[in-house]
C-alpha cells in the first residue's frame, strides 16, 4: 500500500496563476474563477471543506456553497449540529475548494456568523419539499439507534405539513464566513505550484502577496 501510495503522482500543467491577472478584491477574483469552474461543468462545484475547531480539537466536513455577496460565503446547517456548536464557541473557520479538472484550489479563513432570519427563510422556501421535511426530520450529529427512527419520524413529520408549505425550523439556517484572508492555488509543473494569497488589512483593504509552494 504505502509503496503504492508513493508512487501516485500528476504533473499539472493547464495553467499559470500572474499576479497581473488578479482581481484587486479576492471576492471578484473567486467569482472568476467559479464563472471558469461552472463552464467547465465540474460536478459538486460548490462543494466545500468546512474546518472548525474547539478547544484546539479541529475538525472537517464538506458543505455546499448556497450563497455569495461582498461580504461574504454562504451555507445553511442545522444549528444544533456539532458545526454548528463549534462555530457557537469558536467563529472562526476555514473553507476549502478544490477542482481538479482545472488544478486550483482556494483557501478562505475568516469569522463565521449567522445571516438573518429572513435569508434563511428565502432560501428554505427555494429548497425542494423533500429537503425541507428533512431539515425537521434529523437532529444533526445525534446518535440515533438505526435507520427506522428516521424513516418513522419523516412519516410523522409528513403527517404534520400535510396539504401545506412546510415552515424552516428555529433551528436550521444560515452562516456567511466573512474572509479575512483568500490564497488561490494553481497547479504547475514539478511542484512549483502558483500560490497568490490576498491579507486583509486593519484598514480594509487587501494586499497581494505570492507565496513559494
Known sequence: MTKTLANIRIDYTLDGLREKDLAPNP??????????VLAANITEANA??????????????????????????????????????????????????FWKELER?????????????QESDEYFASRPRESQLGAWVSHQSEVIKDRDILDKTLQQVQARFKDQPVTRPPHWGGYRVIPSYMEFWQGRPSRLHDRLAYFKTESGTWNIERLSP
Open 27 to 36: 471576492l471578484m477574483q473567486f467569482e472568476n474563477w467559479f464563472s471558469q
Open 105 to 117: 484550489q482556494v483557501r478562505i479563513e475568516g469569522r463565521s456568523q449567522q445571516v438573518s432570519d
Open 48 to 97: 466545500m471543506l468546512l474546518s472548525t475547531s474547539v478547544n484546539d480539537r479541529p475538525t472537517s466536513r464538506i458543505v455546499l456553497l448556497k450563497g455569495m455577496d461582498q461580504d461574504g460565503f454562504v451555507f445553511y446547517t442545522n444549528y444544533q449540529s456539532s458545526k454548528g456548536i463549534a462555530m457557537a464557541h469558536n467563529p472562526q473557520v476555514a473553507l476549502t475548494f
